[in-house]
């Protein structure tokens, strides 16, 4: 004997069946099963549909909850805010009855340079001591020795070597060097 179907299960026919000449029948109760297997799919479809639709329905709910709180802080924040607004209206209201309007500023005076300051008798102490510490410098000739004394010092110490080294320059120098 070879075996028989895979399918309906049957044995070939004979010592010597033959799988060619083999004619399939169905087996009894394959409708049930098909049938039973049909119907647990569209069992578990629905299932699944509903487990979605519940889902939706939970998350909705848990949306419109949110929504809610959040209209009610919103509601709530309003109100706070427009008690402290009341409040402190009436706080300004309270303090214009109470206080008198505070002076006008007077107008601000120029600025006043210690550096440009024109007048002699001028007591402010910037302007007394730029004007001492230039009155000085004018003094100890800082200004007028720069101007004159450098083109004719430049045009002696050449005279007296200073193009012929540093040496002979330091040597016609008329000050003394240590």
Known sequence: MLGGCSRCGKTYGGANGNPLTHVCNPRAGEFRQ?????????RAAATAKARAADRDRQRARIARA??????????????????????LAAERAKARTQHKAPPKSKPRRPQHEYQSCA???????????????????????WKQGFEQGWRQGYALGWRHGYGKGFPDGIAACPRPHK
């Open 34 to 42: 098909r049938k039973a297997r049909r119907q647990r799919t569209i």
């Open 66 to 87: 949110r929504e809610g709180e959040r209209r009610r802080s919103r509601v709530r924040v309003a109100r706070l805010k427009a008690a402290y607004e009341k409040r």
């Open 119 to 141: 007048d002699k008798d001028c007591q402010r102490p910037a302007c007394a001591a730029f004007r001492e510490g230039y009155r000085d410098g004018h003094r100890d000739g």
